[in-house]
């Protein structure tokens, strides 16, 4: 009974959260690009040496600003909602678990 109070407050919380302030950024469009930010992160820090590919920070630059592009959010738009995720770190902490839940599922594919 005690963690059905809890939950249900947790929930009122962040009902209330969306009711008065918004990101610019909404929750499934921010999960995506964080998902895949960091895809490309570990993606930039195994460019081979042997090719033409830009290093590690050249490439994650690039990388983000083609993922910025195709969710048509700005860079400025992005930082902002990275503050206001911020500010409410039980809706990041929901993004994050569900953003590990897609990785679990992109190698439990990969494995096949």
């Not at 969306?18 to 895949?36: G, H, K, R």
């Not at 195994?46 to 910025?68: G, H, W």
């Not at 400025?76 to 678990?97: C, G, H, M, T, W």
Request: one cysteine or more; proline letters at 4%.
């Amino acid at each position: 009974m005690l963690h059905f109070k809890s939950l249900s407050l947790v929930l009122l919380f962040i009902v209330t959260l969306s009711c008065n302030s918004q990101s610019p950024v909404p929750f499934d469009t921010m999960q995506e690009i964080l998902a895949e930010m960091h895809l490309a992160e570990a993606a930039a820090m195994y460019v081979p040496k042997d090719t033409n590919a830009p290093r590690s920070q050249d490439s994650l630059l690039y990388y983000q600003a083609q993922i910025l592009k195709r969710h048509h959010v700005s860079e400025k738009e992005f930082l902002r909602a990275v503050n206001y995720y911020q500010k409410y770190p039980i809706i990041l902490d929901s993004i994050y678990l569900n953003i590990l839940s897609t990785y679990a599922t992109m190698q439990t594919n990969a494995n096949k």
